[in-house]
């Protein structure tokens, strides 16, 4: 996939009205799901757009009311650590976290905004302390969770799995993940 191929931010959209979805499209999601697409292989930024709208989905199954700007740019930049060159001295969640907390400060997102998105980037591979941090960052874990380990996959309809795995598809993750993890641990 050539960045030409990336989809572009009004196909996620689009899948998120499939989905009966009602997206936020705010320039700091925009520019989040941009930032995305630029730093990260297309295994890594499905992931991130497949993360967002399996997590806007389980939220609305389960009538949870999460700030949807707040929680979309947190999960599209969740793995922004990933993308980056590695810090040695710092887990990747805790470079995300950071990258994250200073792009909402940088979108004048507040903050108070701002330190829950470090929180729902820096705690998405902890969702046993993540889901006590409140909804946001709650809602921010279980669409990562959801796509990454299959959490709550089971709630969601057929139609609608085909149609975000099919806009954005996994592209062997599992197997570039683990990989990519391996670097990471060897550093």
């Not at 740019?73 to 060159?85: M, N, P, S, T, Y």
Request: charged share 25%.
């Amino acid at each position: 996939m050539s960045e030409s191929e990336y989809p572009a931010f009004g196909h996620a959209l689009a899948v998120g009205r499939k989905l009966d979805l009602d997206l936020p499209d705010s320039l700091a999601v925009q520019d989040a799901y941009a930032e995305a697409k630029a730093e990260s292989s297309p295994w890594l930024f499905n992931h991130v757009v497949r993360s967002w709208l399996f997590g806007a989905k389980l939220a609305r199954t389960r009538v949870l009311t999460p700030d949807a700007e707040l929680v979309a740019v947190a999960v599209l930049l969740h793995d922004i650590g990933l993308a980056r060159d590695s810090v040695p001295d710092r887990r990747f969640e805790v470079v995300g976290a950071d990258v994250g907390r200073a792009f909402a400060l940088a979108h004048d997102m507040g903050e108070r905004r701002a330190e829950i998105i470090w929180d729902a980037i820096a705690l998405h591979t902890t969702a046993s302390i993540g889901r006590h941090k409140g909804v946001d960052v709650a809602c921010s874990g279980m669409g990562i969770g959801c796509d990454y380990g299959g959490f709550g996959y089971q709630e969601l309809g057929d139609g609608d799995k085909e149609a975000i795995l099919s806009a954005y598809p996994r592209l062997q993750m599992k197997e570039m993940l683990t990989t990519c993890l391996s670097n990471l641990a060897r550093c």
